[in-house]
């Protein structure tokens, strides 16, 4: 099946999914970042590759940070960024899906980031949109978010630089992540030999094994040994619905804290996609302890999210 | 009105017929099969070398979308698709807008359908006032405005008593209910096969156990009830055991398959073709290979077309919240001659699953071509190719996975009472 994300010539086209991505683009998006964290250190933190071209952050749900740094990290290749909450306006007034992106589109828009509560909603956009317009999936329903799984690569080959030899666990509500399905994906393309998933069996999709990865739902055995640990957020919700009995006994199996992370080798490197819900999935010590590298996450994420702007807007 | 169909191979399955036969037609009737009835002069002589003649189509399933839905389809562009497909005979499940729950509204489908004088139509009528699955309908006043079954179409019946009472109603005036396995609590908000696809897309998804628990729930209560029951597109190996074990133990059950579910799986979906969002999903290649061999063997006594004409717009969106459906009365032939060949299953085999057997699903004397018999006729090329494009549907609905690709089998010709209604 053709790739939707790659142009005739094998470029990257449109970012959706990090699923068929080959490791070569994947390593060349983590390369460029490594340079665009250099321009973020520097007092003009501008460069001017995107000058002139317009950016549609297009967010039919909410968000906060996610948007924050696709605009920061638009600005700061000298970008025009406009920013829409459309889960407000049009869609509630019965607008399409892609009404809404023709009526932006007819704006002259070189490149949209869409965010949407329906999985596959960016795929939708990008078989629809011209040929010179780029789209970036910043989030589809509990499919993808490439850009969180790229930058938390990014992270990891920091504190970790050799893929090939780490063991990557990652905790929590997997079933309704899309930051985990990215991240499983991407930690196999980077050729990580062992991705672990620690959660309750109500919260791990079916046949997950099938994308690669080994299933432990004690999460001190899963623990043992990782030398990266990505906590996934658990959202209030999961309480209703019989997936959790309560937060308190979420918190007592799956909750990440120091006794558990000891568990982990010493140097192990704790990690969260945010925004974190402390004392349900992760306690403060965990957080905000030695081994945490959560902020730094965010920072990495502009220059990734440059990185991949960059690399579109040249293809 | 006298036609004689010359050179044709003749398959009628029901009467075990694959031969060089003619076949001779007057006052809307078959006369005669092979030599010529003595003094028979046709007004009209058929050419059907190189064709296969068959009974008319019998589908157990296709949405004409009237009353309420015309925007996705009208009853003369689908009837116009039933006859270029072959189909003389077509179920139409209640769920319209309003849904078949009054005499007046099933009597004036019928009527409209008459009228266009194209295939016959049975419709169904709803098991539950509104579909809502809690009060019955005037079962016996809708049989006599002419639904020939009841059904609950894909709304849910969650009430057990509710369907165990409405199970027995039914069974007093011998009347069959049709339904469609799937348990509501289960199902809730999937859109795919819970599996590997499912999985990586994540979509919400169905188990397979949504459709095992309501088949376990219906053959216990057809028991209890002592109702017929059919039972509508089966979408795994596991439900398929189940029905093969009920209907060894002699409960009089049939089912039927969606001709999408014997040549798709979950693995179409490719990256969220919402022409493969289906009602059941459709499940995993194992399921798939089981569905077929029910046919075969066969536990699965039909192949229906499940036909879905759904507008564009209801189609060009995220996949979970596009409409399920496919549009399938114009592939029902050829899919199932793909399956005939792609499974080694001899024509008159296969044909009798979109003839004879469906046929018998609804207790009406159709799809076969015994002398006296009311001629509804399908000749087609098995070796035409054709490639299935919006231009080439008559169907409103444009809807199907099979867009862009070349299928066997054409229809020349369709006769209904003897006249012909389509040619191609």
């Keep these: 099946m053709e790739n939707p994300q790659l142009n005739q010539h094998g470029e990257l086209r449109h970012l959706l999914s990090i699923e068929g991505l080959p490791a070569g683009i994947v390593r060349h998006i983590l390369d460029t970042a490594e340079s665009f964290v250099a321009v973020a250190e520097r007092e003009v933190k501008k460069v001017p590759l995107l000058r002139g071209k317009a950016i549609f952050n297009l967010f039919f749900e909410n968000s906060t940070r996610t948007r924050t740094t696709f605009e920061i990290a638009a600005k700061r290749l000298s970008a025009d960024v406009v920013n829409l909450n459309i889960g407000a306006s049009s869609q509630s007034k019965g607008e399409t899906l892609l009404d809404t992106v023709d009526n932006l589109a007819a704006m002259q828009a070189d490149m949209f980031i869409v965010r949407h509560g329906q999985s596959g909603a960016s795929h939708l956009i990008a078989r629809h949109v011209a040929p010179h317009i780029h789209v970036i999936n910043a989030g589809d329903g509990r499919h993808a978010h490439p850009t969180q799984g790229l930058l938390d690569m990014f992270t990891i080959r920091r504190y970790k630089q050799d893929f090939t030899r780490l063991r990557v666990a990652i905790v929590g509500d997997v079933l309704h992540s899309r930051v985990a399905r990215s991240e499983i994906h991407a930690l196999n393309v980077l050729g990580v030999p062992e991705i672990r998933v620690i959660a309750p069996k109500t919260l791990l999709p079916a046949e997950v094994e099938q994308m690669g990865v080994h299933v432990y739902h004690d999460m001190i055995k899963g623990l043992k040994d990782v030398d990266a640990v990505i906590m996934l957020r658990l959202q209030n919700e999961r309480m209703r619905g019989a997936l959790l009995p309560s937060a308190h006994e979420y918190y007592k199996y799956y909750g990440f804290t120091k006794d558990k992370l000891a568990h982990a080798k010493p140097d192990a490197i704790v990690m969260h996609p945010g925004p974190m819900n402390r004392g349900i999935e992760i306690e403060s010590g965990v957080a905000d302890g030695g081994q945490s590298v959560i902020l730094p996450q965010v920072t990495f994420g502009i220059a990734v999210r440059m990185a991949v702007m960059s690399i579109l807007a040249g293809s | ?424």
């Design chain 2, 1 to 424: 009105m006298k036609i004689w169909i010359k050179n044709g191979r003749l398959i009628d399955p029901k009467n075990g017929i694959d031969a060089q036969l003619d076949v001779f037609i007057a006052a809307g009737k078959i006369v005669a099969v092979g030599p010529a009835p003595a003094g028979f002069q046709a007004n009209r002589t058929l050419d059907a070398s190189g064709l296969i003649v068959c009974p008319g189509l019998v589908d157990l399933s296709a949405r004409l979308r009237e009353p309420g839905f015309e925007h996705k389809a009208t009853l003369e562009s689908e009837m116009d698709a039933a006859v270029a497909g072959g189909v003389t005979s077509l179920v139409c499940p209640p769920d319209t807008d309003p849904p078949l729950d009054e005499p007046g509204l099933v009597e004036m489908l019928k009527h409209r359908a008459k009228s266009l004088n194209l295939a016959r139509v049975y419709p169904l009528g709803a098991l539950t006032q509104k579909l809502e699955g809690e009060r019955l309908t005037e079962m016996a006043e809708l049989q006599d405005a002419g639904c020939i079954a009841f059904s609950q179409a894909d709304a849910p019946l969650v009430d057990t008593l509710a369907l165990l009472r409405a199970l027995q109603y039914a069974a007093t005036f011998d009347f069959s209910v049709w339904l469609r396995p799937q348990d509501t609590f289960l199902a809730k908000d999937g859109v795919a096969h819970d599996g590997e696809v499912a999985s990586r897309l994540g979509l919400p998804a169905i188990p397979v156990c949504a459709e095992t628990i309501a088949l376990a729930k219906i053959i216990d209560l057809a028991r209890v009830a002592g109702a017929k029951v059919h039972l509508c597109r089966l979408s795994s190996r596991a439900g398929m055991l189940l029905v093969k074990q009920a209907k060894a133990e002699g409960l009089p059950l049939t089912c039927d398959v969606s001709a999408h579910h014997v040549h798709l799986s979950e693995m179409d979906i490719g990256y969220f073709d919402t022409n493969c969002h289906m009602v059941p999903p459709l499940r995993s290649q194992r399921d798939r290979e089981a569905l077929c061999e029910g046919l075969r063997d066969g536990t699965i006594d039909a192949i229906c077309s499940d036909h879905a004409p759904v507008d564009d717009d209801a189609k060009i969106r995220p996949f979970g919240e596009s409409e399920a459906g496919a549009t399938g009365l114009e592939l029902l032939l050829p899919l199932t001659l793909k399956w005939a060949d792609r499974s080694g299953v001899p024509l008159v085999q296969a044909l009798a699953r979109i003839t004879s057997c469906p046929a018998a699903v609804l207790g009406v004397d159709a799809g076969h071509l015994t002398p006296g018999q009311r001629a509804d006729l399908c000749l087609f090329d098995p070796n035409r190719y054709w490639r299935v494009e919006r231009d080439s549907l008559r169907s409103q609905g444009k809807n199907t996975p099979f867009l862009g690709l070349e299928l066997a089998g054409k229809v020349r010709y369709t006769l209904v009472d003897g006249h012909v209604v389509y040619e191609g």
